[in-house]
Nanobody, 128 residues
Framework: VQLQASGGGLVQAGGSLRVSCTVS????????MAWFRQAPGKEREFVAS?????????YRDDSVRTRSTISRDTAKNMVYLQMNSAKPEDTAIYYC?????????????????????WGQGTQVTVSS
């Protein structure tokens, strides 16, 4: 499985950001797709995950869930993250990741080490 993130750029605070992940190779319905982000000087952190087959979602916390949507298009092999009401603290490199052999999303999706596949990341900068 190969992942390629795209769509980053400069966003005004209060605006919306949308990043995309192109998935290539063999991906099956029991995969979890996720978005992580890493701000300068900080550890990589989980943002959201989605089950490729069932479409159920899991978010980092309420502050992310209330203004974000993770989605996937199985026909196009794409995963998306849209985040509204962007804040300067959303500035980071956004990475897509995949883990396999999962029946549903769980809190273990937040653990970086559980993922076997990573994209190269796309920079998002939110200006105040």
């Amino acid at each position: 499985v190969q992942l390629q993130a795209s769509g980053g750029g400069l966003v005004q605070a209060g605006g919306s950001l949308r990043v995309s992940c192109t998935v290539s190779g063999s991906i099956f319905s029991n995969y979890i797709m996720a978005w992580f982000r890493q701000a300068p000087g900080k550890e990589r952190e989980f943002v959201a995950s989605i089950h490729w087959g069932g479409g159920d979602r899991y978010y980092r916390d309420d502050s992310v869930r209330t203004r974000s949507t993770i989605s996937r298009d199985t026909a196009k092999n794409m995963v998306y993250l849209q985040m509204n009401s962007a804040k300067p603290e959303d500035t980071a490199i956004y990475y897509c990741a995949a883990r396999k052999d999962r029946t549903r999303v769980t809190s273990t999706d937040s653990v970086t080490q559980n993922y076997s596949y990573w994209g190269q990341g796309t920079q998002v900068t939110v200006s105040s």
